[in-house]
Nanobody, 123 residues
Framework: QVQLAETGGGLVQVGESLRLSCAVSGLAVSRYHLAWFRQAPGKEREFVAAISVPWLTSTKYTDSAKGRFSISRDATSGTIYLQINNLKPEDTSIYYC???????????????WGQGTQVTVAS
């Protein structure tokens, strides 16, 4: 059974940092590209960042994430991370991790999803 489990969310103050984790199990994670999406209250879920299978060594970020967000993966444990620095109120969202066999930022093209972790940034 494939499982993606996000942790690390919570209530933080503006300017603080968080590191979100997503533990992936039940699949050959080294063969999958991994990504983070987020969904703010009342909005559609949107792409944040993606990291390729290890041998491609590629990352991709949405424009709003460049500079403050950093995605990484632990090839041994199958865990991916999203480091978010200088948090802003507009970062308040549910953050989801996803896995896919296609290198894409398109939500519908990804194969597996976690349940999400809430990040709330208080001003």
């Amino acid at each position: 059974q494939v499982q993606l489990a996000e942790t690390g969310g919570g209530l933080v103050q503006v300017g603080e940092s968080l590191r979100l984790s997503c533990a992936v199990s039940g699949l050959a994670v080294s063969r999958y590209h991994l990504a983070w999406f987020r969904q703010a209250p009342g909005k559609e879920r949107e792409f944040v960042a993606a990291i390729s299978v290890p041998w491609l060594t590629s990352t991709k970020y949405t424009d709003s994430a460049k500079g403050r967000f950093s995605i990484s993966r632990d090839a041994t444990s199958g865990t991916i991370y999203l480091q978010i620095n200088n948090l802003k109120p507009e970062d308040t969202s549910i953050y989801y991790c996803a896995a896919g066999s296609v290198w894409t930022t398109i939500e519908s093209s990804l194969d597996y999803w976690g349940q999400g972790t809430q990040v709330t940034v208080a001003s």
